[in-house]
Every structure is written in C-alpha cells, then in structure tokens.
C-alpha cells in the first residue's frame, strides 16, 4: 500500500462539476492498494499517518501531527500510484489491487480513521476526480507499507542518476 501525503491549508474534491468534499488544515492522501495488502497494511497505515509530526509549532519546529492540531484528512484512491513504467511508455498497472478488493482496503481505512474521532472527508471511490489543493511547504511525503519499497527506488533511482553525471 503506498501513500502520498500532502499537508494542505485546504484542499477539495470535485466529480461531475460538483464540490464532493473540502477540508481546511490537514493532510490530503493519495492511497494506492496493491496486490496482496491486507488488513496489516492497513493498521500500519492508519497507525501511523495521523501521527506524522509534520505541522510546525509557534516555533516553527515540526512537532505537531494532524491530531494534534486539529486538522482534517481527504483520502483519495489512486490507484495510478502502482503504475510500473519501467518498460516502454505506457503503464502498466498489474501491481495495483483489483477494485473489489481494493475498495475493501480503501473503506477499512476510511472507517479505521473514523473510529479515531479523526475529521475525514474522501473522494469517491473509482470515480474520475478533480483534486485542488494547496500544498503546505511544500511538504509531501511517500509512504509505503512494505518497508519504504518505493522510497528506496526513488533513492536507487536518484543515486544511478548522480553516477551518471
């Protein structure tokens, strides 16, 4: 399961022309399920995104998480997120969940967040979306339950580039 999260001063979600959901302060998350998460990749992320301590304090130190200031979620499926593009121009999307079972995970998060007393709004799942946002920082951060697997790619990625150079 991979996440893109997004601290946002506000941010909305439009479908056929109409305004589904918006939120002020808090985190926008991209969420692409992959084949063969489960309910483990779910807790790891529900467990861990709303303590993300990336909002700054009076200070300007980043201390606070969502909680804590109380903000709000939008979650938004993509599954887009699990496009593997290393072979041709075209993506590819073989890794992603098929839908039926990723709208499982999808609403387990969604419930999971709920149940947290948490403000969350979410898209709709499957639908073609507008996302408007405006990124806090910018800060943006990838999340991948199983052990930064996209993280590091993007690390190997970047390091083959700086040897090329």
Same mark, same amino acid.
């Given at each position: 399961?991979?996440?893109?999260?997004?601290?946002?001063?506000?941010?909305?979600?439009?479908?056929?022309?109409?305004?589904?959901?918006?939120?002020?302060?808090?985190?926008?998350?991209?969420?692409?399920?992959?084949?063969?998460?489960?309910? $483990?990749?779910?807790?790891?992320?529900?467990?861990?995104?709303?303590?993300?301590?990336?909002?700054?304090?009076?200070?300007?130190?980043?201390?606070?998480?969502? $909680?804590?200031? #109380?903000?709000?979620?939008?979650?938004?499926?993509?599954?887009?997120?699990?496009?593997?593009?290393?072979?041709?121009?075209?993506?590819?999307?073989?890794?992603?969940?098929?839908?039926?079972?990723?709208?499982?995970?999808?609403?387990?998060?969604?419930?999971?967040?709920?149940?947290?007393?948490?403000?969350?709004?979410?898209?709709?799942?499957?639908?073609?979306?507008? *996302?408007?946002?405006?990124?806090?920082?910018?800060?943006?951060?990838?999340?991948?339950?199983?052990?930064?697997?996209? *993280?590091?790619?993007?690390? #190997?990625?970047?390091?083959?580039?700086?040897?090329?150079?």
């Amino acid at each position: 399961m991979i996440a893109v999260i997004q601290r946002v001063r506000q941010a909305s979600v439009t479908v056929e022309n109409q305004v589904i959901a918006h939120i002020h302060r808090g985190l926008v998350i991209l969420l692409g399920v992959a084949q063969g998460d489960t309910s $483990q990749d779910v807790s790891f992320m529900v467990d861990k995104i709303p303590r993300l301590r990336i909002f700054p304090d009076p200070q300007g130190k980043m201390t606070d998480a969502v $909680q804590d200031i #109380n903000g709000e979620l939008l979650l938004i499926s993509q599954f887009t997120l699990l496009a593997n593009i290393e072979k041709g121009r075209r993506p590819s999307f073989e890794l992603a969940a098929p839908p039926d079972v990723a709208r499982v995970r999808y609403q387990e998060i969604l419930e999971q967040f709920r149940a947290l007393n948490l403000a969350v709004q979410s898209g709709i799942f499957g639908a073609k979306m507008v *996302v408007a946002l405006d990124n806090d920082g910018p800060m943006t951060l990838i999340l991948d339950s199983r052990a930064g697997k996209g *993280v590091k790619k993007v690390k #190997n990625l970047l390091h083959q580039a700086d040897r090329h150079t």
